[in-house]
């Protein structure tokens, strides 16, 4: 994803070829959607990210550390379809 975000659409953008990423700006947003998916389901796997309270300190780490990622997936989502996406595509 970060790969086709560098080599493909940040250069059409940067060169003023926003308005003509539509197609990659869709396959972007198809991930970003797979990967909510993803993120959904480890939520309800983990109940909410709720340690047990049996939980070893690498265990308790672990469910931290997905939930950081569950949080800083979402805002790089937010900030690339709601705001980097519709300004790129508005040229």
């Given at each position: 994803h970060m790969q086709k975000e560098e080599q493909i659409l940040f250069p059409m953008i940067k060169c003023g070829e926003g308005d003509m990423a539509d197609g990659p700006?869709?396959?972007m947003e198809h991930e970003h959607e797979n990967?909510?998916?993803a993120l959904r389901r480890i939520r309800e796997l983990?109940?909410?990210y709720q340690v047990p309270?049996?939980?070893c300190n690498t265990w308790r780490a672990l469910w931290h550390g997905?939930?950081?990622l569950e949080l800083?997936?979402?805002q790089h989502i937010h900030l690339?379809?709601?705001i980097l996406?519709?300004?790129a595509l508005a040229g």
């Open positions: 700006i869709s396959v990967a909510g998916n983990t109940n909410g309270e049996e939980a997905l939930h950081a800083s997936l979402h690339e379809n709601n996406f519709p300004r």
